[in-house]
């Protein structure tokens, strides 16, 4: 077996018991991930640092010093994180040189638990897009089949974590972008409630959607990562202070006794294909002859779940993108004549040139949403029916260990197939988007495959901070249709 | 009322509150930090970087919301209020809006008619902007001021004279400076000045269209710009013109106002409630012991100089100027017992050597015991009025007991008759022909007897005592 094929935990565990030094696997991954990115496009930058930060793991272990459990683990960041010292682009050219001076505070946790940044991962523009295509940097290739998207806005991240490029990826996800790529890309994901993990550092899209996740090869690298980032955090006030369980220790796949929950509203759904209507039916027959229970449960509102994302999410990131404006830093048009020119001018200019067309997109619906005269039509009844949406999900979920369902309708799409139909394209969500609205944790497993041999994943979702119960339900699946996925030949 | 008309007044003030660090980050709030050193990735809108509420901006919010009688939210929302400008780093300022932490107040001020309640709409929350400083054709910008607390207090339209306009701000200043909440420099930018004016003819109940007047930095300039504004808005109408609802910048070295940017150009400000900060939850028991801490205002404290400590008008509102002097005449009247003698000495010696020695009460040497110990002394006979003086300044410089002093120098009032009765036959011996003429009728030379044993003794006799002797020998 390779370094590259081995998860996050075998791997530090090979070099914590020095079988083979942090270095070395940096310079594999390394290697590995440079030679394969001109075909992936996964990632925007590499870390110059990294093969230093190795041997200083190396060192450490060496001294017999205390050492986190991702010791020497090549960790993959989506571009939204801020790094200090690496550049932190957003996969949009108005951050094109944008270097920060912090870390966020997900990636220092995981540099404290000993984990290396190895690279930033490409996705779509200001998470904005649900395929990669609206990144800056290129579009990102899925490693199944070079001509699919690998999802998005996660999509470097499950695209490198299936080709091996990294040992563990970080993914942020606003209404399915870590769930959405990593099922296009037969890889872990898992969204945890919105406040368990802190926000510090990671570029806002949607402040009150936006989560961080790892994408991962097992569920246990997953439970084990989630366990490291989670947590209140002082610079965030809306991270919760719940305590967080050993999620990785605690990690059961027994399914005797569950009470599994499946939504009315997302059956017969359109467009769902009879490939994933029959992985989906497979997974569920499976968890009945475990021992589990399946009922069906209704959220009647959840069919508005995408108008309402689309409304609450473009309203908090036209405000949200409102800093990027050329004077602090990032990109600024260049004026022949800076001091004729008015500040109007000036940022038009600059952000004309710095956004993308979908980023403009939905700055410009968000704006229209919150314009007096329309905020009460359109952002403030949004946020009601959001609120309404979350409590039939709260409680429709009480008693029930997991709700199970699809995760896309499709399997991994051609690259431009979707991008010049935005509707199209944001119907993708529905499975996804109410999981983001509720504030719940949810996860794709990879089940199987279609009939073209690309990945399908299925989402586990439950009530607020039960990730306890997501991961060991997503166990299960994983052990049962691990086999049946396997590894993309790059 | 002016040429028949009718001003219609409302103030809106930004109070920086007085915090050790910014309302959403631990960046330090000196004034005198070197540009862009008070910076942070919060403060400077960097990507990624969260708010986190300074529970100190709170607290001096509430304490000022209590002291100007306002009802406090236990729940309030903070929102963002959306425009681009280069000093603002996010593109939106943190602000409150339908939701403030302090609504429905009231300021009383004294006007040449009395008494007048102004009305307060609001107080709410919100972070300050950074500075831009502009150098021909290029612009400096300074973030250090960037997340500075500010306060907004909000009036209702209740004032009618550019005099009563800067009334209310002075004595809201004098609010702030008492309950500590901000230092009221209006200089240095911490106290800032909108004022919104009207005019409507006489009797007329509906108002007429508002003009702002925006960031005025002194009471006079306050008085002075509501003044051109009045009469501006008198002419346009007069002539027949409509008067458009804008902002107006005061120029002080022309005393006139200028529009800055008309209702036309006015931002939709697209508020929202800011996702990256939960609603702000107050309990009622912390509101209770923040009411319990709040120090006696100085309207307040004037009622009881003048009702019960018997101190004129004047006296009471000189004394009640700022919280130090006040608590400084308190502790020096309660420690003497004698209010009104307390309050001469403040008055008069104290408020003079402190103008003298530009210092502030809180530097000088005397404390409110020793200039008490020395109203005992005068009251007790030990020294006369006219020495006490002199100890005063001797207190003054060296901050010594007044009775150390009197004891060092030998100051005492003589009361010994013997001793006296020697002096004083000494005196009347060497003036033979004034003590016949006394005796003749002509008893005001009583006065230039008192006067000669006065300067024998060195101004220590007891005029009490020297009294008493003189009549017997003359009158006897």
Known sequence: MQIHELSAQELSQKIQSKEVSAAEVAKHFLERAQNLNFKLNAFISFNEEVLKEAEKIDLQIARGNKIGPLAGVPLGVKDMFCTQGIRTTAGSRILENFVPPYDSTVVRKLKEAGAIVLGKLNQDEFAMGSSGETSYFGVCKNPWDLSKTPGGSSGGSAAAQAAGLAALCLGTDTGGSIRQPASFCGVYGIKPTYGRVSRYGIVSYASSLDQAGPVTRTVSDAALALEVISGKDALDMTSSDQSVPEFHKNLNPSLHGKRIAVLKEYENSDGLTPDIVNAYEKAIEFLRGEGATVEQISCPHAIHGVSVYYLVATSEASSNLSRYDGVKYGHRAQFENISSTSLKDFYSSTRGEGFGPEVKRRIMLGTYCLASGYYEAYYKKASQVRRIIRDEFLVALQGFDALVSPVTSTTAFDIGKKISDPVKMYMNDIFTVCTNLAGLPGASVPVGKDRAGLPIGIQVQSLPFCEQSVLDVSYALELAFKNSVGAPHV | ?476
């Not at chain 2, 008492?178 to 109940?205: F, H, I, M």
């Open chain 2, 1 to 476: 009322m002016y040429r028949g008309y009718e001003a219609v007044i409302g103030l809106e003030v930004h109070a920086q509150l007085k915090t050790n660090s910014k309302i959403f980050s631990s960046d330090p709030t000196n004034f005198e930090a070197s540009d862009n050193q008070n910076t942070s990735p919060v403060s400077v809108g960097m990507p990624g970087a969260l708010p986190v509420l300074n529970e100190q901006a709170v607290k001096l919010a509430v304490i000022t919301g209590l002291a100007l009688g306002c009802s406090i939210r236990t729940k309030s929302v903070f929102s963002r209020k959306n425009y681009f400008y280069p000093d603002l780093p996010k593109g939106y300022q943190i602000s409150q809006y339908d939701e403030p932490i302090c609504e429905h107040g009231h300021l009383e001020i004294q006007t040449e008619t009395g008494p007048k309640t102004v009305r307060i709409l609001r107080a709410h929350l919100e972070e300050d902007a950074g500075k831009s400083t502009h150098h021909g054709d290029f612009t400096l910008i300074n973030y250090n001021r960037s997340g500075i607390p500010l306060l907004e207090i909000v009036s209702e339209p209740d004032l009618r004279t550019p005099a009563e306009a800067a009334d209310y701000a002075r004595t809201l200043r004098q609010v702030l400076q008492y309950v500590e909440s901000c230092d009221g420099n209006l200089e240095e930018g911490s106290l800032r000045c909108d004022c919104n004016v009207s005019v409507r003819k006489a009797g007329e109940s509906k108002l007429g269209t508002r003009v702002e007047i925006k960031n005025i930095n002194s009471f006079r300039f306050i008085e002075k710009a509501i003044e051109y504004e009045i009469e501006r808005q008198i002419d346009e109408i007069e002539a027949g013109r409509k008067i458009i609802q804008e902002t107006r910048l005061y120029d002080p070295d022309k005393n006139r106002t200028f529009t800055m940017r008309t209702k036309e150009d006015a931002e939709d400000y697209r508020y929202f409630p800011d996702p990256d900060l939960l609603p702000l939850v107050i309990t009622s028991s912390y509101i209770h012991e923040i009411r319990k801490a709040l120090p006696t205002l100085p309207q307040d404290r004037c009622k009881v100089y003048i009702q019960h400590l018997g101190l004129s008008d004047y006296d009471a509102k000189v004394l009640t100027e700022t919280r130090d002097l006040a608590d400084y005449f308190e502790k020096t009247a309660q420690i003497s017992q004698r209010p009104k003698e307390a309050a001469n000495w403040i008055m008069n010696e104290l408020l003079r050597e402190l103008k003298n020695s530009s210092q502030k009460l809180s530097e000088i040497k005397i404390s409110p015991s020793q200039l008490a110990e020395l109203i005992e002394l005068v009251e007790k006979g030990v020294i006369s009025g006219k020495i006490a003086k002199a100890v005063f300044g001797e207190c003054w410089s060296s901050g010594k007991n007044p009775h150390d002093i009197v004891n060092a120098q030998g100051l005492g009032l003589i009361s010994d008759e013997s001793a006296l009765e020697a002096v004083i036959d000494r005196v009347l011996s060497s003036n033979e022909k004034s003590v016949n003429e006394y005796k003749a009728g002509k008893t005001k030379l009583l006065g230039f007897f008192v006067g000669a044993i006065m300067k024998e003794t060195k101004g220590q006799a007891s005029p009490e005592v020297v009294n008493k002797i003189l009549s017997k020998k003359l009158n006897g």
